[in-house]
């Protein structure tokens, strides 16, 4: 479980984030939502201690990682695979070598073993045979998918994805929403996805985050996204052109 | 206006204070070793290896045109000729094997390095390093210094060769010095102190260029114009740092 407890966080004066709480529940899949620019990727950093916040705690199983050492900072990361927003696959590596590189580097698996859990994971991400392209010779989704593979190599508890489908057409960020579903599935992994694409929310989500004005303005499951009067969360989700309300909630 | 003249005057203190810091996670992560050893060779190949060409290249023009230069201002009767190899040569060893390479490799290898880790910090790979439990530092950082430390030497030594090798056959095919009175001039003026003092400078230069470009290129922010500026600034200061060291070392060593 993580749990965001009163963070404040400022960049050159300019708050980003304050007294933002949240707590994501193990195996859920949580939404975070917001306009660009609101901080929800400060605040899913924040989870993994890619960033400090200048006041408050994050608690990962009920560790705060922000008092800990680096070392130990290290340990808990390992239990999270993260999916940065371009994918942030090494561009030196193949795609083979991307998803084999925390296993090379930590595991303790023999090369056999790499190369059929390699294997494995990309056939998850259903691209079994991209093993030797390099990523500048991957189309923007793939580049996720495989590097989505690279986050789940060392069966991660938890997952985070930074805009997993923003810059991609819809057929493709479909195929990415049932991917995570997918995932959280069949791994039994805890997700937060940072995004401001509703039809994913809507489609993937278990519970939602709603990011406003640096404060976590609302958070509830989707059911009650759609009876929600709160005219700042109605005017962010119409804004995406989509409806909520009871009617839609039986329709989901 | 208070605050720009704040800055302005602060901006250093903290580049410092921030540079100090990183340098010293480097020689903490010495202890996860075994994690980079293999990038350590790859670097090593990289910045000492792949830069022998242009080195030598350098190098041999440089010995070559200290030769002429000499010996058109110490022509005359009353002068033996062999004081141009006594000339050429410590100068090479003191000053131009190690400078040239210096701001060779400061615009080769330094620039090479700020793009290569500015790249990746604004395409998020750092990130992404960090967040699968690696320590970037110690997996970026530290094989690019320990790799430049230990080949700026080499370069140094190969440069020195070079360029007496181009002084001694620029002097014998223009008749300003045969070889013999070249080298027998040399030998004849030669400090044991001089190769080791070169050696500690190219030591010196080569921490200074690898920790400075990994400093710029680590912390690079904004996009493409971010990872130019980074370079840019990562050729400029380790030239102006090399200079800097050239100046403290030899008001230091040679003062003995």
Redo the contacts between chains.
């Keep these: 479980m993580i749990v965001v407890r009163n963070i404040h966080k400022s960049f050159a004066g300019k708050t980003v984030l304050q007294n933002a709480s949240l707590q994501v529940n193990e195996g859920e899949i949580l939404a975070i939502i917001g306009r660009s620019g609101s901080g929800k990727s400060v605040l899913m950093?924040h989870m993994?201690g890619?960033l400090k916040p200048d006041s408050g705690q994050v608690l990962v199983d009920g560790l705060d990682i922000n008092t800990v050492s680096?070392r130990e900072l290290?340990?808990?990361?390992?239990n999270?695979g993260?999916l940065?927003?371009?994918g942030?696959?090494?561009?030196s590596m193949n795609s083979f070598e991307n998803v084999a590189?925390?296993l090379r580097?930590?595991g303790k698996l023999s090369e056999i073993e790499i190369q059929e859990r390699v294997l494995k994971c990309l056939e998850m991400v259903e691209l079994p045979d991209v093993g030797t392209k390099l990523p500048s010779e991957l189309s923007g989704g793939m580049q996720k998918r495989v590097a989505l593979a690279r986050a789940i190599s060392?069966n991660p508890r938890y997952i985070?994805y930074d805009e997993p489908t923003s810059g991609l057409d819809p057929e493709t960020s479909n195929t990415i929403d049932a991917l995570i579903n997918n995932l959280a599935d069949r791994l039994n992994v805890t997700s937060v996805v940072v995004t401001h694409d509703m039809h994913s929310v809507l489609s993937i989500a278990d519970r939602a985050a709603f990011i406003h004005n640096g404060t976590i303005w609302w958070v509830g499951t989707i059911d009650e996204l759609h009876t929600c009067t709160d005219p700042v969360l109605i005017g962010f989700v119409k804004a995406n052109e989509y409806q909520i309300g009871p009617q839609h909630a039986a329709a989901r | 206006m208070v605050g720009q003249l704040a800055d302005r005057i602060f901006d250093p203190l903290r580049s410092l204070g921030r540079f100090t810091l990183l340098i010293g996670r480097a020689f903490r992560s010495l202890s996860e070793f075994r994690l980079f050893r293999k990038n350590i060779f790859e670097q090593m190949v990289r910045i000492g290896i792949e830069s022998i060409p242009i080195v030598a290249l350098a190098a041999l023009f440089s010995g070559a045109v200290t030769t002429v230069q000499t010996a058109y201002q110490l022509v005359s009767p009353l002068i033996p000729r062999s004081i141009i190899g006594a000339v050429v040569v410590p100068s090479v060893i003191l000053e131009l094997a190690a400078v040239i390479t210096g701001f060779l490799l400061a615009g080769r290898v330094g620039a090479r390095i700020a793009a290569e880790l500015g790249t990746m910090r604004v395409t998020e790979q750092i990130d992404a390093l960090e967040a699968m439990g690696l320590n970037s530092v110690g997996y970026l950082i530290v094989p690019r210094v320990v790799a430049g430390v230990a080949m700026f030497p080499v370069l140094y030594v190969a440069a020195c060769f070079v360029a007496i090798g181009g002084g001694i056959a620029i002097g014998h095919a223009t008749g300003a010095v045969p070889a013999g009175e070249f080298i027998s001039g040399a030998r004849e003026y030669f400090k044991p102190f001089d190769p080791i003092f070169g050696l500690i400078k190219s030591l010196v230069f080569g921490f200074v260029i690898t920790s400075i470009s990994c400093y710029k290129g680590y912390y690079t922010r904004g996009g493409a114009e971010g990872v130019g500026r980074s370079t840019t600034e990562a050729a400029v200061t380790s030239c102006v740092y090399i200079l800097l060291a050239d100046l403290v070392l030899a008001a230091t060593l040679l003062n003995l």
């Excluded at chain 1, 290290?74 to 390992?78: A, E, M, N, T």
């Excluded at chain 1, 942030?88 to 561009?91: I, K, M, N, T, W």
């Design positions: 950093k993994v890619l680096y290290q340990k808990v990361r390992q999270f993260v940065f927003q371009g942030a696959l090494f561009d590189f925390p580097t930590f060392m985070m």
